[in-house]
C-alpha cells in the first residue's frame, strides 16, 4: 500500500498535479483511489466526472472520492455535538454563532483524513492519492492523539467513574444541566482510537510521503517553507517539491521575458530551501488543465525521470528536538565545506549561508525568542543550539 499527500497553497494546482499522479499510478498498473479532503471540492472538475463520498471509477484501475465533510462530521462527532448543543441550549446560547461553535475550527477536515485509513486497510487499492487542504494545517492536527492518548488513558478513567457519581444529582443542583452521557464519552474514546491508527499510517515512512506543491512566486514560497517546518516537526515524511506552472524556456522573450526571469530566480531559491529533496518541474501548460488527456501530460512532465510511486526521499532533511540544555535545530546541507555557514536571523526566517547556497527556514514559535548559542557542522549536517529560556523570560528574571 501506497499513500502519497498532496499540500499547498491554495491556487498552486496542488489538484491538478494529485490527479496528475492518480493517472500516472493506474497506468503504471496501481489499484489507484484518488480522495480529496478539501472542503472546497475540484476534484470532480478536473477530471470532468461526477464524484461523491463512495468511490467512483474513473478510468481503467483508477477511482475517485470527495469526501462529504458534513457526514463525517455527524458519523464522529454527532453524539458530542447534540449533547454541545443541549449545553449551549441550557445556558440559553441559541444564536447562529454558537451553531458554528460546536465544531472546533480544522475538525471537519480532521474527520474527513479518517478516510485515508478506512480505503488503505480495505485491500481494494494499491495506491491512495489524497488531495488535502491548503497548506497541510489539518495534518498538524493529527499530532494531537499523543496528547489525546495520555488524556484517554490516565485522566479519562477517573473522570468516566466521577461522572457515573455525580450525574444523578447534577441535573438537579445545576438547574438542569446534562452531563455527557456515556454514548459521548464513547464517541470521544473511539475517536482518539481511530486518530491513532491513522496517524501510525500517516508517519510511516515506508507507506506515506508527502509532496509540497509549489509555484515560483514569492508568496507560495514562504508558506511552503512554512509547512514543511511544521511537517519535519510533527513527524511526516515530505518526499519532493513539485514545481507548477513554471514558464518553459520558448516563454521567455518578448513580454514574458521579465516573468521567466523571475520564475529562474524563484526556482534556484526553491532548490536551496528544500535540498537535497527532489524538485520536480512542471511547465505551464498552452491551454486548461483538466480531463484525462491534460492530466496525462502533467504527470508525464512531473515524472519524466522519475518513478511516482516510489518514496522519493527518506529521512527528515530537518529536524528540531529539545534537550536538558535548550533546543538543538538539525540541517541537512549535502555537498557544503565546513567552513562556509553563517547565520542570520530576522523574525521567525533564519537564513543560512552555506559557500553558494543560502537557505531559509521558518521557525516554529517553540524556537521564537531563543538566542542562538552555537552551531557546528558535521557529517553533512548542520546542528543549531539555541538557549532553553527566550530572551524576555530571561530579562525578566535579571529585573
Known sequence: MRVIIYTGKGGVGKTSVAAATAVKLAEQGYRTLIL???????????FQVALGSEPVRISERLWGVEVDSLRETE???????????????????????????????????????????RHATSGDYDAIIVDCAPTGETLRLLSYPNL??????????????????????????????????????????????????????????????????????????????????????????TDAIIVNRVLPAEAGTGYWSTWRDIHLKYEEEIRNSFSPLPILRIPMMESEVYGLPMLKRIGEAAFANTDAAAVLY????????????????????????????????????????????????????????????????????????????TISNRHEEDE
Open 36 to 46: 480529496s479532503t478539501d472542503a472546497a471540492h475540484s476534484l470532480s472538475d478536473s
Open 314 to 389: 527518506r529521512g527528515k532533511v530537518q529536524e528540531i528536538r529539545k534537550e536538558e540544555d535548550g533546543y538543538v535545530l538539525e540541517l541537512v546541507l549535502p555537498f557544503v565545506q565546513k567552513d562556509q555557514h553563517q547565520l542570520s536571523q530576522k523574525g521567525d526566517e533564519l537564513t543560512v549561508q552555506a559557500g553558494p547556497y543560502k537557505r531559509k527556514v521558518l521557525l516554529p514559535r517553540t524556537l521564537l525568542g531563543r538566542e542562538i548559542t552555537g552551531a557546528r557542522f558535521t557529517e553533512q549536517k548542520l546542528t543549531i543550539r539555541c538557549e532553553n529560556k
Open 148 to 237: 489525546l492518548r495520555w488524556w484517554l488513558e490516565k485522566v479519562f478513567p477517573y473522570e468516566r467513574r466521577l461522572l457515573k457519581v455525580v450525574r444523578p444529582v447534577a441535573k438537579v443542583v445545576a438547574g438542569g444541566l446534562e452531563l455527557p452521557g456515556d454514548n459521548v464519552l464513547d464517541s470521544l474514546a473511539s475517536l482518539v482510537r481511530q486518530l491513532e491508527k491513522l496517524q501510525k499510517i500517516i508517519i510511516d515512512p515506508a507507506m506515506t510521503s508527502v509532496r509540497v506543491v509549489v509555484n515560483p512566486e514569492k508568496m507560495v514560497i514562504a508558506e511552503a517553507r512554512r509547512a514543511f517546518t511544521y511537517l519535519n516537526l510533527y513527524g511526516f515524511n
Open 75 to 117: 458519523k464522529h462527532w454527532g453524539a458530542v455535538r447534540n449533547w454541545l448543543s443541549g449545553l449551549m441550549s441550557w445556558a440559553n446560547l441559541n444564536d447562529i454563532t454558537t451553531e458554528e461553535m460546536l465544531v472546533f475550527p480544522g475538525m471537519e477536515e480532521l474527520f474527513s483524513l479518517l478516510e485515508i485509513r
